[in-house]
């Protein structure tokens, strides 16, 4: 059935869509519903593409309000993998279905995630309707590179034999858990087969320091040397590349998701050089992390505090601008992130933005947005032509929240 959105504000205009078959069939001024389609009366709303999360891992809202208040590696090691050591297939599903829904709320329709059980996440990804790239975490620095091939080659299989919702990608998660010879085989096998990849780099000074002392080199060196740094690769954090490494990062066509709220959380003492990021022509993206460390998976919110944190470490209010930071979040300048947009022919997903929303209705939108408006603006949700929070409400919603708290329960948390 098609789907036509009516009285829509789009760049100061009222305008309609017209969805049939997941994609926009029609969108202008002259565009209104057909016989037979079902209608929605936007009502003034504005009509905006959607966020894309460039970095999570879902099902960690169980975590959420458990983590301590530690740094990373004490945090890793105290509070998260231990309880991941339990983690059965139904709690990441239960997880991820809490944390679609957050998304679907809060304005996002497509992330990127890394975590365990990946296909029980993919199920929470169909089930709720979202998009999502996803990867097992591969790691082998305590176990085996054998074993790390058999989980890739696994979660691969498991996550193609869903649809065109789920992008499979190979996730290794860092340089300092992931062998030399392993993430080899990784550049070999993404470039064979045109896979995505999701690394976190330079999250931590130390980070960078251990590499150099290991491999003489820093991290986004080091990738690119093993063949991992290419315009399939997205870098999670990037918050201690070096200029000559912004470089080469642009030079390859990479694209680096910032994670301001989760580094400053984790307080990793520095901030992503965006400033010098652009500059270099590097493709940008942002990201919540995990909800362990933010603890909310609501971008809009998280925007604010990124155009914030560029501004406050240039000393410079000019360091980015609101048009631009609205950009980096609904993927506009990082096509790897498969942002979608609001032309005919591409994926139906989009956002009405409540025309009673206090925060939205005087200023320039572009700076609403950024600096006004938290995820609660969303008033409807729509992917691939399907209504998929209507005014507010997401059909489940008790019930996934029930759910989640069940399986976080039973883990201790
Ligand atoms: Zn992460």
Same mark, same amino acid.
């Given at each position: 059935?098609?789907?036509? /959105? ?16 997941? /994609? ?11 016989? *037979? ?8 709303? !504005? ?35 231990? /309880? ?44 709720? *309707? ?6 097992? #975490?591969?790691?082998?620095?305590? %176990?085996? #590179? ?6 890739? !080659? ?9 649809? +065109?919702? @789920? ?10 858990? /992931? ?20 690394? !976190? &780099? ?13 491999? *003489? ?19 999670? !954090? ?19 998701? +910032? ?32 909800? %362990? ?15 914030? @944190? ?6 410079? #209010? ?18 790897? &992130? ?15 933005? +409540?025309?009673? +929303? ?10 609403? &947005? ?11 949700? @729509?992917?691939?032509?399907?209504? &998929? ?25």
């Amino acid at each position: 059935m098609a789907l036509t /959105v009516e009285n829509a504000l789009l760049d100061g205009e009222r305008v309609g869509v017209r969805c049939e078959d997941g /994609v926009i069939a029609a969108i202008g001024t002259e565009v209104s519903a057909e016989a *037979g389609d079902e209608r929605i009366d936007a009502g003034g709303a !504005h009509l905006v593409p959607p966020l894309v999360n460039g970095h999570t891992h879902a099902a960690m809202t169980l975590f959420r309000g458990s983590g301590g208040d530690l740094p990373l590696m004490p945090w890793l090691e105290e509070k998260i993998w231990p /309880v991941e050591a339990k983690l059965e297939e139904e709690d990441v599903y239960r997880g991820a279905r809490l944390a679609c829904a957050e998304m679907l709320r809060s304005g996002t329709t497509r992330f990127w995630d890394m975590y365990w059980h990946p296909a029980a996440t993919a199920r929470a990804v169909e089930d709720a *309707g979202i998009r999502a790239t996803i990867g097992a #975490p591969l790691f082998d620095l305590n %176990g085996s #590179p054998k074993k790390l091939r058999e989980a890739a !080659h696994r979660s691969l299989e498991e996550l193609e034999a869903f649809g +065109s919702h @789920v992008t499979p990608a190979l996730a290794p998660h860092a340089i300092y858990t /992931v062998s030399e010879d392993s993430l080899r085989w990784i550049g070999e096998l993404s470039a064979e087969r045109g896979l995505p990849v999701q690394i !976190h &780099l330079s999250e931590t000074e130390k980070e960078v320091q251990d590499c150099i002392a290991e491999h *003489g080199e820093r991290p986004a060196f080091y990738l690119d040397r093993l063949g991992v740094l290419t315009e399939r690769t997205a870098l999670a !954090h990037g918050v201690w590349l070096d200029p000559d490494e912004l470089a080469l990062v642009a030079a390859r066509g990479a694209t680096v998701v +910032s994670n301001p709220v989760a580094n400053m959380k984790l307080a990793v003492g520095g901030v992503f050089p965006y400033p010098a990021a652009r500059t270099a022509g590097v493709r940008v993206g942002l990201g919540t992390d995990g909800a %362990g460390s933010n603890d909310s998976l609501d971008l809009l919110a998280d925007l604010k505090t990124f155009a914030l @944190v560029q501004k406050h470490a240039a000393a410079d #209010p000019t360091a980015i601008e609101a048009g631009e930071a609205w950009a980096v979040a609904t993927g506009a300048d990082a096509p790897l &992130l498969g942002a979608t947009k609001l032309d005919p022919g591409a994926p139906a997903d989009f956002l009405l933005l +409540s025309a009673r +929303s206090p925060e939205l209705g005087i200023g320039d939108l572009d700076a609403d &947005l950024v600096y006004a408006a938290s995820g609660a603006a969303v008033a409807t949700t @729509v992917v691939a032509g399907r209504v &998929l929070m209507r005014e507010g409400e997401l059909p489940g919603l008790d019930e996934i929240v029930a759910r989640a708290a069940e399986r976080a329960g039973r883990l201790g948390l």
